[in-house]
């Protein structure tokens, strides 16, 4: 069993060094017969930013095979909600057990994903390069 992810999409836009890539990502039971009749399907159209030394070879329209590792995802995950999720309860653990204040201890644990996803923002480039897609051939 391959540990990749895979989608297919259209080309949408091609800049220096950058394919942007539409997908379609689909619920499991978008595919089925009767998703029209049921409130559970659904389907968005997103969009991927892949980055590519070579653009010539792509044109707006082609479709082609996007796709990461298993690997990428669970660091994205763990960097998008895991590492903030242990952080807002290990604050508000703290604070309360400091100042027995629960609003205190509230507002302390929201506020500590502000410095948080500031630095993940500051290091977005970095991080973009670890955790990419590629253009299957």
């Known amino acids: 069993m391959s540990n990749k992810i895979r989608h297919e999409g259209i ?6 060094g950058c394919v942007h890539v539409r997908i379609l990502q689909t619920s499991a039971c978008a595919a089925c017969k009767v998703a029209g ?16 030394t070579d653009t010539s070879r792509f044109h707006v329209g082609d479709t082609v095979l996007v796709s990461t590792s ?15 999720f242990i952080l807002v309860v290990a604050v508000l653990v703290f ?5 027995g204040n629960e609003g205190i201890a509230a ?3 929201l506020l ?8 993940l923002y500051l290091l977005r480039h970095r991080m ?9 051939d």
């Open 11 to 16: 080309v949408d836009r091609i800049d220096a």
């Open 37 to 52: 009749y049921c409130n559970a399907a659904e389907s968005k159209e997103k969009m991927i930013d892949v980055f590519q």
């Open 107 to 109: 507002i302390s644990g």
């Open 70 to 84: 298993g690997e990428v995802v669970s660091k994205a995950l763990l960097w998008a909600f895991g590492i903030p």
């Open 128 to 136: 973009r390069r670890q955790m990419a897609f590629t253009i299957e």
């Open 95 to 99: 604070v309360l057990w400091q100042t």
């Open 112 to 119: 500590v994903l502000l410095p948080y996803y500031a630095l």
